[in-house]
């Protein structure tokens, strides 16, 4: 995360340098946190879900970032919108399960319900109150963006215009040309799957934006991939992984990317997943995953894959457990990094 922190070291002419990681302090500090709130997570654009996990008016999914709760839904017309999960009346939220499909967004507390495109429809017995603008009470919308690929992000930001641009930080990440070879209408959404971690969301995004540690920690991804070939290209907004299978049957084949600040979306013919590192506190955070499935592979290969990762992603989880406690326990400051295996 040094990068996008601004805190890194420049090489010197001769040798590549080993730069410093970031203070331990940062990964326990509520006012770090607090900030990461504010100036980020409040601010920057956040990749959510795909266009696939709406099929029909009504179609919502909740979610979560930071603290902030929200949900996309379909409206009439066909457009995935996106609204805090805030009704106007009392903040309670409109919206109580993960997932489903309804004809109005209704509030449980007080009956304020809402159409799907979060206008007003009705606030029982205000309508003889003089001085209540319905037309004023409507969701609280929140900014979406559909990319070239299908895949939803949000910007939370209050102000009418975001003050950044989707392309001011991942402008072409949805045209890599390595992406090409994936049909996206080939795929169907799955399932979703969640851990909860007890570590700082930048523990996990640091262990996902490195393989340095893949020949130790993890068996399954020595026995198929080159890891002699692995690397990272680090971009504006987002970081690319490269990686070579050992075999043509290996059922890899991936071409993964990490957005800052905590999404990742790993692709492959058999399937994809996006893995959000959603922020619960200082030191606890949810790892959220959907899964899509192409429709020509077998059943075999998808849980082949689907296994494989899920191994994989635990494995991240203990080690990043480990991290943590070390990390608060006010000895660690910080390491020397790799110039070119640690390119966080």
């Known amino acids: 995360m040094n990068r996008f922190f601004g805190y890194s070291s420049t090489p010197g002419a001769d040798e590549p340098s080993a730069p410093q990681g970031l203070p331990a302090s940062w990964y326990r500090s509520l006012e770090m946190y607090e900030l990461e709130r504010r100036a980020i997570f409040s601010k920057k654009w956040l990749l959510v879900?795909?266009?696939?996990?709406?099929?029909?008016?009504?179609?919502?999914?909740?979610?979560?970032e930071a603290g902030f709760s929200f949900f996309l839904c379909m409206d009439r017309q066909g457009n995935v919108n996106a609204f805090h999960n805030v009704c106007r009346h009392?903040?309670?939220?409109?919206?109580?399960?993960?997932?489903?499909?309804?004809?109005?967004?209704?509030?449980?507390?007080?009956g304020w319900s809402y159409s799907l495109n979060g206008k007003l429809a009705k606030a029982p017995r205000f309508d003889t109150?003089?001085?209540?603008?319905?037309?004023?009470?409507?969701?609280?919308p929140i900014h979406t963006h559909i990319d070239a690929l299908g895949?939803?992000?949000?910007?939370?930001?209050?102000?009418?215009?975001?003050?950044?641009?989707?392309?001011?930080?991942f402008g072409g990440v949805d045209l890599q040309p390595r992406l090409a070879q994936f049909q996206m209408a080939g795929y169907t959404f799955d399932h979703a799957w969640s851990m909860v971690g007890d570590y700082n969301w930048k523990t996990l995004a640091d262990n996902y934006n490195e393989c340095y540690h893949c020949p130790t920690a993890h068996p399954g991804v020595v026995s198929v991939s080159d890891l002699s070939k692995y690397y990272v290209d680090t971009q504006a907004g987002h970081i690319q992984h490269f990686s070579t299978d050992k075999s043509e049957d290996a059922g890899l084949k991936i071409a993964s990317t990490f957005y800052y600040p905590n999404a990742s979306l790993t692709l492959s013919p058999h399937f994809f997943y996006i893995m959000r590192c959603v922020p619960a506190s200082v030191t606890t955070c949810s790892m959220e995953y959907e899964?899509?499935?192409?429709?020509?592979?077998?059943?075999?290969?998808?849980?082949?894959?689907?296994?494989?990762?899920?191994?994989v992603l635990k494995e991240d989880k203990d080690l990043c457990n480990a991290v943590q406690k070390n990390l608060n326990a006010g000895v660690f400051v910080n390491g020397k990094l790799h110039p070119f295996n640690e390119k966080v």
């Open 49 to 64: 879900t795909h266009r696939h996990r709406f099929s029909k008016a009504g179609d919502y999914v909740r979610f979560t």
């Open 90 to 110: 009392r903040a309670y939220p409109v919206v109580n399960e993960d997932s489903g499909t309804a004809s109005i967004i209704a509030c449980k507390y007080h």
């Open 129 to 140: 109150v003089e001085s209540f603008d319905k037309a004023k009470n409507d969701l609280y």
């Open 151 to 169: 895949f939803i992000w949000v910007n939370l930001e209050a102000a009418k215009v975001p003050s950044a641009d989707w392309t001011d930080d």
């Open 291 to 311: 899964v899509y499935r192409h429709k020509n592979a077998t059943d075999e290969e998808f849980h082949k894959i689907d296994s494989l990762f899920k191994q």
